[in-house]
């Protein structure tokens, strides 16, 4: 190596490797309490001085989950955008942001998911560094009611008054209708469930997703953000760099019967977002073989 590329690179590290948290303030961008859940578990794995919230920050510009704000983005994007905002509302360098979407587990479509992003934004460089986390832990569910003992029955399935509800005329949100949004008692549930069905014969219910109204996702959350946090401080093998995180997934694991390669899979691929550095690991669970059931040769 040169000098000059010797130098360059030296200049470089302090900025790759978990060092380049030292010290510093980390900002959630948020109006739902998330800072509760995302920042001791960034403490705990990052030499941060402090992790903050931005005050009054309108999130909600990206979407909404009640559907006033459509989210024109896909969710990674649309969290990246809130991080990148946060920067320029509060003029601090190390933003955190998270985005959730709720929809039907993909293999088991009765079953709803949680689908967690989380972006920590260095404005100092313009790295983004992005966790994405599944949970099958949801508390989520609409429905349209005609009468109140529907509502209450709806309600106490979503875990009401632990979990807080959004009430409105009807399922499809329109400019000038009311949106009752963090219902967490009884008392406001009959009260406006009733009106609502008095004036329309019937009352749209679901689950209020903001966070600090779903103790389910707020937990969700803060699984995700240990998560994330464990990616971050873990050190690239090659170079140092932080965020040694896992980039994709192996098939093939192979049948116990016969051998050939199933599309079960076998491992996880980590990567260097510095150097390009991979290495593979076995699946965490241990599992070296697929039963004959889920293989192409012994069961086409
Ligand atoms: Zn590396
Ligand atoms: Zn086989």
């Given at each position: 190596m040169s000098p000059v590329a010797m130098a360059a690179a030296e200049a470089l590290d302090p900025a790759r490797g978990i060092d380049r948290f030292a010290g510093r303030v980390a900002a959630v961008a948020t109006r739902h309490g998330k800072e509760s859940a995302i920042g001791p578990a960034l403490l705990s794995r990052l030499p941060l001085a402090e992790v903050r919230v931005?005050?009054?920050?309108?999130?909600?510009?990206?979407?909404a989950f009640s559907g006033e704000v459509a989210r024109e983005q896909d969710p990674?994007?649309?969290?990246?955008?809130k991080a990148r905002y946060g920067a320029?509302?509060?003029?601090l360098d190390l933003i955190v942001a998270s985005e959730g979407s709720f929809a039907p587990y993909p293999p088991a479509p009765f079953i709803p998911c949680d689908e967690e992003h989380l972006v920590l934004f260095d404005a100092r460089d313009g790295q983004c560094f992005t966790h994405r986390h599944v949970a099958l832990e949801t508390v989520f569910g609409g429905e349209c009611c005609t009468?109140?003992?529907q509502v209450l029955d709806f309600a106490a399935r979503m875990r009401f008054p632990g979990h807080g509800l959004v009430?409105?005329?009807?399922?499809r949100w329109m400019p000038g209708m009311t949106m009752h949004k963090g219902i967490a008692d009884r008392e406001a549930l009959l009260e406006t469930a009733r009106q609502l069905i008095?004036?329309?014969?019937?009352?749209?219910?679901?689950?209020?997703?903001?966070?600090?109204?779903?103790?389910?996702r707020m937990q969700v959350i803060a699984e995700t953000a240990r998560a994330f946090a464990d990616e971050l401080a873990r050190a690239c093998p090659a170079c140092g760099a932080c965020w040694f995180a896992v980039r994709g997934v192996k098939e093939g694991l192979p049948c116990v019967a016969c051998g050939w390669p199933t599309q079960s899979i076998v491992g996880q691929l980590r990567g260097c977002w510095c150097c390009g550095h991979q290495q593979f690991a076995p699946r965490p669970d241990g599992?070296?073989?697929e039963d004959p059931l889920h293989c192409g040769n012994c069961n086409p």
């Open positions: 931005i005050d009054d920050l309108d999130t909600d510009r990206f979407g990674l994007e649309a969290c990246q955008a320029q509302v509060s003029g009468s109140i003992a009430l409105r005329s009807a399922e008095a004036a329309h014969g019937s009352c749209w219910v679901e689950t209020d997703m903001r966070a600090m109204m779903n103790p389910t599992k070296t073989h």
